[in-house]
């Protein structure tokens, strides 16, 4: 096989996993899509608590399973999906499938499904899992497009068909994956990384559950809508972060800022043809399209400081990395509260939180640059 055949086999690959990564994305959407058509506003609005819920219990869970032994040098196996969170992630969803029309089934099913699902996309995106993937990604378009038709058509089966979906996907990638590893990543680095990301996670959950708390059902509906359409850029930056943990890699960067360009200009053009209000009905008139930018380049925005994140965390330093991350989700939870108290504009909004993310890219650089210096002094120039 010659260098340029590897390069564009290794390209084409890293191409099906951030598509599929898409396509798992889209379930949150296709979830909030099908409730617009069948439940209450009120309904819908706990849904998207539930939904940001969910994000938040798999993020932190898969987090603090698998990273801390992606980044341990001692251990030969680095992820693996463990049987348990397979078993409750099919055991969670099938109440959606057997209650579709039960607000109180999708409470249970949704964080238990994302759970399963989150777990084994880090473990196919570290694996390079680009074939199985590839089946997972079939099976959740396929079941989000029957969902969204049954809905349309105002069936509660629509729940179900979207659940068995989530099923299968869940199923498919467990199928090849080793669902135990040996070894224990150390105790320090792992209770780090999973307060770090329980600080980060808490951001999004905070937000929506504020908005909530204020009884504005239409403005949380269209808030979770809008971080669920961001989703579409999370695989790309999850994969980026996720390869980055093990080696850096200035293509991979540079592909995925391309990507995620790409990946905005395609949200802009859904958004001017109507596709999401289309999707999420009328709660989605509450976005505009100054707002939906400014949503955009906040995500943007989080692409440059990932690197200096990554090269810290590969460096060791997940202490330090912590407390950054704690001063960056306080101050994201402040101005949150502040912004939504004051004003119901998600665009001020989102603006406030791409302020919030150039000072914690600032933060991390500026302890990167103190740690490269460092490194080169105790490293002498060669003769």
Same mark, same amino acid.
């Given at each position: 096989?010659?260098?340029?055949?590897?390069?564009?086999?290794?390209?084409?690959?890293?191409?099906?996993?951030?598509?599929?990564?898409?396509?798992?994305?889209?379930?949150?959407?296709?979830?909030?899509?099908?409730?617009?058509?069948?439940?209450?506003?009120?309904?819908?609005?706990?849904?998207?608590?539930?939904?940001?819920?969910?994000?938040?219990?798999?993020?932190?869970?898969?987090?603090?399973?698998?990273?801390?032994?992606?980044?341990?040098?001692?251990?030969?196996?680095?992820?693996?999906?463990?049987?348990?969170?397979?078993?409750?992630?099919?055991?969670?969803?099938?109440?959606?499938?057997?209650?579709?029309?039960?607000?109180?089934?999708?409470?249970?099913?949704?964080?238990?499904?994302?759970?399963?699902?989150?777990?084994?996309?880090?473990?196919?995106?570290?694996?390079?899992?680009?074939?199985?993937?590839?089946?997972?990604?079939?099976?959740?378009?396929?079941?989000?497009?029957?969902?969204?038709?049954?809905?349309?058509?105002?069936?509660?089966?629509?729940?179900?068909?979207?659940?068995?979906?989530?099923?299968?996907?869940?199923?498919?990638?467990?199928?090849?994956?080793?669902?135990?590893?040996?070894?224990?990543?150390?105790?320090?680095?792992?209770?780090?990384?999973?307060?770090?990301?329980?600080?980060?996670?808490?951001?999004?959950?905070?937000?929506?559950?504020?908005?909530?708390?204020?009884?504005?059902?239409?403005?949380?509906?269209?808030?979770?809508?809008?971080?669920?359409?961001?989703?579409?850029?999370?695989?790309?930056?999850?994969?980026?972060?996720?390869?980055?943990?093990?080696?850096? $890699?200035?293509? !991979?960067? *540079?592909?995925?800022? %391309? =990507?995620? &360009? +790409?990946?905005?200009?395609?949200? /802009? #053009? @859904?958004?001017?043809?109507?596709?999401?209000?289309?999707?999420?009905?009328?709660?989605?008139?509450?976005?505009?399209?100054?707002?939906?930018?400014?949503?955009?380049?906040?995500?943007?925005?989080?692409?440059?400081?990932?690197?200096?994140?990554?090269?810290?965390?590969?460096?060791?330093?997940?202490?330090?990395?912590?407390?950054?991350?704690?001063?960056?989700?306080?101050?994201?939870?402040?101005?949150?509260?502040?912004?939504?108290?004051? $004003?119901?504009? !998600?665009? *001020?909004?989102?603006? %406030? =939180?791409? &302020? +919030?993310?150039?000072?914690?890219? /600032? #933060? @991390?650089?500026?302890?990167?640059?103190?740690?490269?210096?460092?490194?080169?002094?105790?490293?002498?120039?060669?003769?």
């Amino acid at each position: 096989m010659t260098a340029a055949t590897a390069t564009g086999r290794g390209a084409f690959q890293s191409l099906i996993m951030v598509a599929s990564g898409a396509v798992t994305a889209i379930v949150p959407a296709a979830v909030q899509g099908v409730a617009a058509r069948l439940f209450a506003l009120d309904d819908q609005a706990h849904i998207a608590l539930f939904l940001s819920i969910g994000s938040f219990i798999a993020g932190v869970l898969a987090a603090g399973l698998l990273e801390p032994r992606m980044a341990d040098t001692s251990l030969m196996e680095k992820t693996y999906i463990p049987l348990w969170a397979t078993a409750l992630g099919v055991a969670g969803t099938l109440g959606m499938v057997i209650f579709p029309g039960s607000v109180a089934a999708m409470a249970v099913g949704l964080p238990c499904a994302m759970l399963a699902l989150q777990i084994g996309r880090m473990h196919a995106a570290f694996t390079a899992g680009w074939k199985m993937e590839a089946l997972t990604a079939s099976a959740l378009v396929l079941g989000a497009g029957g969902a969204l038709v049954l809905a349309g058509q105002k069936s509660p089966w629509a729940v179900s068909v979207l659940g068995l979906a989530m099923i299968v996907a869940i199923l498919v990638r467990a199928v090849k994956a080793p669902y135990k590893a040996s070894g224990r990543p150390r105790l320090a680095p792992t209770a780090w990384i999973t307060l770090e990301t329980a600080m980060v996670a808490l951001v999004p959950v905070g937000i929506v559950a504020t908005v909530y708390l204020l009884q504005r059902n239409d403005e949380a509906v269209a808030l979770k809508a809008t971080i669920t359409v961001l989703g579409a850029l999370q695989p790309i930056l999850g994969y980026m972060r996720t390869r980055l943990l093990g080696a850096h $890699s200035k293509n !991979l960067v *540079l592909g995925m800022s %391309g =990507l995620s &360009v +790409v990946a905005i200009a395609a949200i /802009l #053009l @859904l958004e001017t043809l109507g596709v999401f209000t289309a999707l999420f009905g009328p709660a989605w008139s509450v976005v505009t399209m100054g707002a939906l930018s400014l949503a955009c380049l906040w995500k943007l925005i989080t692409i440059p400081s990932t690197l200096p994140f990554t090269y810290l965390r590969r460096a060791g330093l997940v202490g330090q990395v912590f407390w950054i991350r704690v001063a960056s989700s306080l101050l994201y939870l402040a101005v949150s509260v502040a912004l939504l108290t004051l $004003s119901d504009s !998600l665009a *001020l909004l989102f603006l %406030g =939180l791409a &302020v +919030v993310e150039t000072m914690t890219g /600032l #933060l @991390l650089y500026a302890k990167y640059r103190s740690v490269s210096k460092a490194q080169q002094v105790l490293e002498p120039n060669p003769a």
